[in-house]
């Protein structure tokens, strides 16, 4: 039972294989069991891509089956229409089309396996790639907001260096008016007299204003540090919005890019293996003697042609004969004169038919 579902896998044809000995049978039961693991493999690897594609497991098992089916028909149709000629380049020649088609389709069944076996490497990339796109990201958004908050931080430092600058004029006059009352500077009298009186006088003015200045500088100065938080809050808001794009980079093509990143000889014999085992029907078809199978199919598809050719030939014949036959009957029939009277009266009536109709509608237009 196992080795006719094979022989069906290899394409070949049963009722000439049950003639044919066991080790021809054999044979391309191993030639049909190479296709249908091929597409087992085939469809567990199709099933991992669309995995990590819709993150559906019945889905990704659905589409891998189909997709599993699609390259057993390949394989199938690719192995039974290979036949076993006299000449081996010709063979070659005959397969080498096949050979291109089973050579991509290896490429495509590898790339998801090799995914998987090299999961814990790619995943280490992707995590050096997504770290690197967080602080990229990071910086790219502060590019919006830096400008913003440097350019209040300036501003609050002009206010408290105008505040600290009001200060020091403020003291200086201080200063000054207890030098006076001394008689340290000034007039050089010591006690409160006109001249303290006037300097303390100014003195007092410029610390009222100091005062004002410190009030709306520094109500300037919080609202300008409010502004800030707030462009602070917006740039993490911002950025906690942008990280889960970044945190699902990891999709088909992340994961072949970060595949590609990697050491090239593993991946290079992952394909050959899956090459190896595409090819390998092809291979053994090519490379397998004429057997009675073979000798068998040829002479059946031999007998087939040769019926073909005769009732073609037979059916040239019969037209040709049956064009000479009409050709001498209506030549035979053109030399008696009742045909040609008959005719001649039926032309006749034809013509005065015309010639009535043409008289009635010239007669209705008048």
Not at 37 to 60: E, G, K, P, Q, R
Not at 65 to 86: A, E, M, Q, Y
Not at 219 to 228: G, R
Not at 234 to 250: A, C, H, L, N, R
Request: hydrophobic share 45%; charged share 25%.
């Amino acid at each position: 039972m196992l080795q006719r579902f094979f022989i069906f896998c290899s394409g070949a044809d049963v009722d000439i294989l049950e003639q044919c000995s066991a080790g021809e049978r054999t044979k391309y039961a191993g030639i049909g069991a190479t296709v249908f693991f091929t597409a087992v493999m085939a469809s567990i690897a199709a099933s991992y891509a669309l995995f990590t594609v819709f993150d559906n497991l019945f889905t990704a098992i659905f589409f891998g089956l189909i997709w599993g089916l699609l390259i057993f028909n390949l394989d199938r149709f690719i192995v039974s229409t290979i036949k076993k000629r006299d000449s081996f380049f010709d063979e070659l020649i005959q397969a080498s089309p096949r050979i291109v088609l089973a050579i991509i389709i290896a490429i495509v069944i590898s790339k998801p396996l090799e995914l998987k076996i090299f999961e814990k490497e790619i995943n280490q990339v992707l995590l050096e790639e997504k770290n690197d796109m967080t602080l990229a990201n990071q910086e790219q958004i502060a590019l919006q907001y830096t400008p913003s908050i440097e350019a209040l931080k300036t501003e609050n430092e002009a206010l408290k260096k105008e505040i600290t600058n009001k200060e020091a004029e403020v003291n200086a006059l201080y200063d000054t008016y207890i030098a006076e009352a001394e008689g340290r500077e000034g007039t050089l009298k010591i006690g409160k007299g006109p001249v303290y009186a006037e300097k303390r006088e100014k003195h007092d003015a410029e610390l009222a204003a100091l005062q004002q200045l410190r009030t709306t500088n520094q109500e300037k100065i919080t609202a300008n540090e409010a502004q800030m938080a707030a462009l602070a809050a917006e740039y993490e808001v911002k950025v906690s919005d942008t990280q889960p794009v970044i945190d699902g980079f990891d999709g088909l093509m992340a994961r072949v890019n970060a595949l590609n990143k990697l050491p090239w000889l593993p991946s290079l014999f992952i394909f050959l293996l899956f090459l190896a085992i595409e090819t390998s029907p092809i291979l053994a078809k090519l490379l397998s003697p004429k057997g009675a199978y073979d000798l068998k199919l040829a002479e059946q598809e031999g007998a087939v042609a040769s019926w073909v050719t005769q009732q073609k030939t037979q059916r040239d014949v019969l037209v040709s004969t049956d064009r000479e036959l009409n050709n001498r009957v209506y030549a035979d029939i053109a030399e008696e004169q009742e045909l040609y009277d008959y005719k001649r009266k039926k032309a006749r009536e034809l013509m005065q038919m015309q010639a009535d109709a043409f008289y009635q509608k010239q007669k209705s237009v008048l």
